[in-house]
């Protein structure tokens, strides 16, 4: 089962005033994309309308060049970033039992441990103490 969700919550924020379960937001947070708000859009494009020194609006001219300027993520590397996260929450939820982390993401123990290698994994402790049972 997959669950896709959004929020204007800042949800750091509710996690550190106590107005939302840490545990809860670790479990669903598998991979967590930022998008810009796009209330005030329209002013935006209408401010840029009449500003916009060119002939061509860009992402600079509706002040977007922050998130313009980032370098985008390939298949290879947006895979590798989910697929620790996803290990590294599934592990603290099983205590850091391998075993029962391999059962949970539908992998064999072997392949837990061999992803967990590849990504250099093997000795980091997601919690106080890492079980490789």
Known sequence: MRIVSATH?????????GQFRADL??????LQID????????????RVIVMAEGRLIGARDLELGEFAD???????QAREV????????????????????????GVSR?????????????????SRSLSLD
Not at 110 to 118: D, G, K, M, P
């Open 9 to 17: 919550v800042d949800m750091q924020a509710a996690m550190a005033e």
């Open 25 to 30: 937001y670790h479990r669903l947070c598998v």
């Open 35 to 46: 998008e810009p708000p796009l209330r005030e859009l329209i002013n935006r494009v209408r």
């Open 70 to 76: 980032h370098i985008p993520m390939s298949l290879a």
């Open 82 to 105: 989910g697929e620790r996260q996803a290990i590294k929450m599934t592990l603290l939820r099983n205590r850091g039992h391998v075993s029962e982390t391999a059962l949970d993401l």
């Open 110 to 126: 072997v392949t837990l441990y061999r992803i967990l290698s590849a990504y250099s994994m093997r000795n980091e402790e997601p």
